[in-house]
């Protein structure tokens, strides 16, 4: 059973850095695809960025390209999310995923098995 935590979440001025990293652990990781999602106070939980395991192409959701990038280290069987320019809107809980989605599913968090507990990012203006 694949199991994921992550990790580097924490309190930052707006204009400021963080990077995010999950640890894989339980089971192989090579075939999964690895998303990040976020759940703002009040809201859904919505899509950040995915990386499919045999691409170096991630997806992000408009808000957060050019300032978040997806990085994916097989080796060690970690993903991170590093975000840079941070806007007091990107303030939620992060979590990190695993599935298998197709193509048209892979901002769907109903396509990801393997989730997370989250970590809080919160952006201080």
């Known amino acids: 059973q694949v199991q994921l935590v992550e990790s580097g979440g924490g309190l930052v001025q707006a204009g400021g850095s963080l990077r995010l990293s999950c640890e894989v652990s339980?089971?192989?990781?090579?075939?999964?695809?690895a998303a990040w999602f976020r759940q703002r106070p009040g809201k859904e939980r919505e899509f950040v960025s995915a990386l499919r395991p045999t691409s170096s192409n991630p997806y992000y959701t408009n808000s957060v390209e050019g300032r978040f990038t997806f990085v994916r280290d097989s080796a060690r069987k970690t993903v991170y999310l590093q975000m840079n320019s941070l806007k007091p809107e990107d303030t939620a809980v992060y979590y990190c995923?695993?599935?298998?989605?197709?193509?048209?599913?892979?901002?769907?968090?109903?396509?990801?098995?393997?989730w997370g507990p989250g970590t809080q990012v919160t952006v201080s203006s």
């Open positions: 995923a695993a599935g298998t989605p197709i193509t048209s599913t892979v901002r769907a968090h109903s396509a990801y098995a393997h």
């Open positions: 339980g089971g192989t990781f090579r075939g999964y695809t």
